[in-house]
């Protein structure tokens, strides 16, 4: 089996900070680009309700949806352990093949295993409105997006089957 291709996303955070991920792709059709972040690095553990949902050596299950305004990690701890699915606000991905740029907007939604959903990083993204590095539009289309994402896991259609179809196990499978 050859090596799956790669990616390499663009993540910026206003106003200065970005980061380079390098994922593999294991699943791609019009709607959807799913990849998969191996053995991350996360010291300190990034806790949620303080509860780990990543640490060191922890694997993501990316889910990119073409002109989306979020995408969607199913979190895994070190031990393959599933903590839960972290919805990530963003402008849509520019996507140049397999270079992709990306602008966090703060906000995040938290699907527990429970079935809980929080709204998270609320105060970072008050702060980045109140500073000016996230305009009146977009501050109000990231607003607009988290919110939608939570009605839409009260009415059970949140978050797509295929985050659910594309396992930890499924992705790495697709890689061998």
């Given at each position: 089996?050859?090596?799956p291709e790669r990616v390499?996303?663009?993540y910026k955070r206003p106003p200065d900070r970005e980061q380079i991920f390098d994922q593999a792709v294991v699943h791609e059709d019009v709607d959807v680009i799913v990849t998969l972040a191996e053995a991350m690095d996360f010291?300190?553990?990034k806790r949620i309700q303080g509860e780990i949902a990543l640490e060191t050596g922890s694997s993501v299950v990316w889910f990119t949806f073409p002109g989306m305004w979020h995408d969607i990690?199913?979190?895994h701890r070190a031990d393959s352990t599933f903590t839960g699915l972290y919805a990530n606000v963003?402008?849509?991905p520019e996507i140049d093949r397999r270079t992709w740029h990306t602008t966090d907007l703060y906000l995040?939604?938290?699907l527990s295993t429970t079935g809980e959903a929080l709204l998270l990083d609320e105060d970072e993204f008050q702060e980045a409105v109140g500073r000016g590095l996230i305009d009146e539009k977009t501050s109000t289309r990231a607003r607009w997006e988290a919110d939608s994402i939570?009605?839409?896991?009260?009415d059970g259609s949140w978050p797509p089957a295929i985050v659910h179809e594309w396992t930890l196990?499924?992705?790495r499978a697709a890689i061998g």
């Amino acid at each position: 089996m050859s090596a799956p291709e790669r990616v390499q996303i663009h993540y910026k955070r206003p106003p200065d900070r970005e980061q380079i991920f390098d994922q593999a792709v294991v699943h791609e059709d019009v709607d959807v680009i799913v990849t998969l972040a191996e053995a991350m690095d996360f010291d300190p553990p990034k806790r949620i309700q303080g509860e780990i949902a990543l640490e060191t050596g922890s694997s993501v299950v990316w889910f990119t949806f073409p002109g989306m305004w979020h995408d969607i990690g199913r979190f895994h701890r070190a031990d393959s352990t599933f903590t839960g699915l972290y919805a990530n606000v963003l402008t849509p991905p520019e996507i140049d093949r397999r270079t992709w740029h990306t602008t966090d907007l703060y906000l995040d939604v938290w699907l527990s295993t429970t079935g809980e959903a929080l709204l998270l990083d609320e105060d970072e993204f008050q702060e980045a409105v109140g500073r000016g590095l996230i305009d009146e539009k977009t501050s109000t289309r990231a607003r607009w997006e988290a919110d939608s994402i939570l009605e839409r896991v009260k009415d059970g259609s949140w978050p797509p089957a295929i985050v659910h179809e594309w396992t930890l196990d499924r992705a790495r499978a697709a890689i061998g």
